[in-house]
């Protein structure tokens, strides 16, 4: 069974950069298509940016430009790193496959004050 962990998250000011991390446990996801949402209470999860098996990200609107997704296969991680911080990122940042979605991790909560 695959175990999803986000990590990085934290209490931020606009502007700067922060990178986000998600290791996949019990599967080896150099294969697969992982993505990035987030939350915000009261809202739907969002899409934010995935990354294919080849390496080519696709982006939300809010996230191009500013933030930039990689994995590092061999430690089996996904990260998502995030520039030019504004207060509209400010949520619960959780990735999965983008395809055949595993159960969700807890996610790390991101806020950005102005």
């Known amino acids: 069974q695959v175990h999803l962990v986000e990590s990085g998250g934290g209490s931020v000011q606009t502007g700067g950069s922060l990178r986000l991390s998600c290791v996949a446990s019990?599967?080896?996801?150099?294969?697969?298509?992982m993505a990035w949402y987030r939350q915000v209470p009261g809202s739907k999860r969002e899409w934010v940016a995935h990354l294919d098996a080849l390496g080519s990200p696709t982006y939300a609107a809010s996230a191009k430009g500013r933030f930039t997704i990689s994995r590092d296969n061999a430690k089996n991680t996904v990260y998502l790193h995030m520039s030019d911080r504004r207060p509209v990122d400010t949520a619960v940042y959780y990735c999965?496959?983008?395809?055949?979605?595993?159960?969700w991790g807890k996610g790390t909560q991101v806020t950005v004050s102005s």
């Open positions: 019990g599967s080896k996801h150099q294969h697969s298509t």
């Open positions: 999965n496959f983008l395809r055949n979605a595993t159960s």
